[in-house]
């Protein structure tokens, strides 16, 4: 029997009002040897009934029900899937016609990638699905999301935000066998995939073309589920962090005084990682302490390096970029001695 090249999986629930055009910018790809796995858990909304009617005209739809919860649906599609490469894809978004093509091509010049996603265009829908300009906040992580591009940058840039649009991603299905696929965390589980990954130490790359509309709205999952809450996403990366074995030996210093370097310190502590210093430019913020541990200034860290690893928790790209430009020349090395945690 000969199998498809590319297996789509598509979990889906309740999303008949965006299901058909999703449906057809995959059914409509540049390439034909693709099968597609929809798995329906538990819509009420007619998306079963659509999904049998595509079903009955297009032979390569395959569709399950999936009676558990969404991760449990993500996992039975990819399981049902006969291809050498599973590309995702949800219900509410739309692929481009050479999606597919482009990242064949890309992991065939990659065969040392287990996965790779590409860059996107964030829209958001209006409540009578009207496509309107997506808030400040997506605007700037849609340019931060196709900013992190190559296999050493979404490495690199792995605890600011998760770095593969999970709709876009195409994983080799040995690598899905290997690693188990989905968990069910707290926390989001294609962010938790994603570090899971390169903690184990697979190359994660990107093409460069955007090749998929991602769709907000405020019925989405990411707005309307606990585990994709900030305070998750801070609790995910909290978790990798405190599992890297440098970190575990020497501890941390935390760059950054405010909310987020405040927030990582109660999270490292809570993970047993010790917590040797703040260091700040603030000159006010010098000599205090919080919780007990003391604010020092950039002046210290020549005498902190390999003595404690550095996390940068600073939410703002230009400031980031500005302590690595003080950690670097002091010694520390990012990816081993610091990590930007924003």
Known sequence: MKYPLVSVALPVKNVSGTFQEALESIQSQTI????IIIVDHGSTDGTGELIKQAAKVDSRIHHYAGNGTFVEAANLAWQKAKGQLVARMDGDDVAYPDRLAKQIAFLDHNPDLAACGTLVRIVK???D???IPPDEGYQRYNEWINSVKSPEAILRERFIDSPIPNPTAMIRREVLIKSGGYSDPIW???YDFWLRLLEMGYGIGKVDEVLLDWYDSDQRSTRTLARYELSQFQNAKAHYVSQIKRVKELGVIIC????????FSHLMLAHEIEVHAFIEVNERKLGNRIHGIPVLGLDSLPSLTRKAVALSAIGQAGARDKI???LIPAGFKEGVDFFCVA
């Open 188 to 190: 989001a589980e294609d």
């Open 256 to 263: 950054g005084a405010g909310p987020i370097g405040k927030e």
């Open 32 to 35: 034909d040897d693709i099968e």
């Open 125 to 127: 829908r209006s409540m």
């Open 324 to 326: 690595r430009a003080d």
């Open 129 to 131: 699905r009207s496509v």
